[in-house]
């Protein structure tokens, strides 16, 4: 494997004018590979603006394939689920890949998605799943919780409880994925995991209160993957304790935050060794942290 560039971010819900700034910054840097993990669509104008959103999607990534850019994403939390079926359409013309529940392997890496998240006091829960102990959220800002409807209406879910413990956990569509890989796979994998973990200062929201997940970061402890991306809680690198990119043992996990009109996002290097150089954010600049793994190439 040749030294890899990656470029990282999510959330791009938050301003979705930074699609285009996105595109540009890819047309510009030229990264191997773009890593979005989760929330694609406009936060405004319901289902019906997210549907209409996608021919516009369509042209930023036909510009970032127009760079040799593999784009790898996925949906998140607040994208309707009825939706992704138009997200694999383009999958389909080889415009992007949608990683969420799939193993990619390419060029010596092991790419992984997940694109859910444990349960919330927001009303959407079509991507909402148990997390271990926390099955739902003792805070309901309306009541039981909705999903969505093939043609966009909402509806009411009587029992949100039974609801989440009907789909697997969190915890077991993470597992599902590392079974397919081998130890060595696992060593040189790459997940978007749209929930981040918790005590790593990527979950923190604006009250102070740490939402992440334990389930996802004792899987990062025991699993040592070689590098992950979160995103979900966009203020959290900005609050007191918060951290855009931590290191777990082997493991790089990060969670560039996105905030205001400017796109935030994380570029770094992959060496044939698989250790990971020059990692920068587009904001807060270059990290001191200094990670080589010191595996040999295989």
């Known amino acids: 494997m040749k030294q890899t560039r990656v470029l990282l971010t999510s959330d791009i819900h938050q301003h979705i004018a930074k699609w285009e700034q996105l595109a540009s910054i890819v047309e510009e840097e030229k990264p191997n ?25 369509r ?7 127009g760079a040799a850019a593999h784009v790898l994403l996925m949906m998140g939390n607040d994208d ?18 949608n990683l969420n529940g ?13 694109a859910q998240v444990r349960d919330y006091p927001f009303a959407y829960k079509d991507w909402c799943v148990a997390d271990e102990e926390h099955v ?9 919780g909705l999903t969505v409807s093939a043609d966009g209406h909402w509806l009411e879910i009587d029992d949100l409880r039974e609801h989440l413990l009907r789909k697997p956990s969190l915890g ?13 796979e696992l060593a040189r994998s790459i997940w978007l ?19 992440g997940s334990p389930t996802l970061l004792n899987w990062i402890r025991t699993g040592q993957p070689l590098l ?27 969670q560039a935050g996105q905030m205001d009109t400017r796109l935030h996002y994380v570029t770094l290097e992959i060496t044939k060794n698989r250790n990971i150089r020059n990692i920068r954010h587009s904001i807060i600049g270059p990290t001191a942290i200094e990670f080589e793994r010191f595996i040999p190439s295989k």
């Not at 042209?59 to 394939?65: A, C, I, T, V």
């Not at 690198?237 to 082997?250: A, C, F, K, N």
Request: charged residues 25%; glycine residues 12%; hydrophobic residues 35%.
């Open 33 to 57: 590979y773009v890593l979005i993990a989760g929330d694609l669509l406009p936060k405004t104008g319901g289902f019906k603006g997210q549907r209409d959103f996608f021919p516009r999607l």
């Open 59 to 65: 042209r930023n990534l036909e510009k970032m394939r």
């Open 80 to 97: 309707f689920l009825p939706l992704e079926s138009l997200l694999d359409e383009l999958a389909k013309e080889d415009l992007c890949v």
């Open 102 to 114: 799939k193993v990619l392997r390419e060029q010596g890496l092991i790419f992984c998605g997940v």
């Open 136 to 144: 739902e959220c003792p805070i309901q800002y309306r009541g039981k």
């Open 172 to 184: 077991q569509r993470i597992e599902a994925l590392t079974n397919q890989l081998t130890p060595s």
């Open 193 to 211: 995991i749209h929930q981040p973990p918790t005590e790593l200062g990527m979950d923190i929201v604006g009250d102070g209160q740490q939402v």
């Open 228 to 254: 992950g991306v979160s995103g979900h809680i966009h203020e959290s690198p900005y609050q007191p304790g918060g951290r855009w990119i931590s290191v777990v043992g082997d493991t790089v996990w990060v």
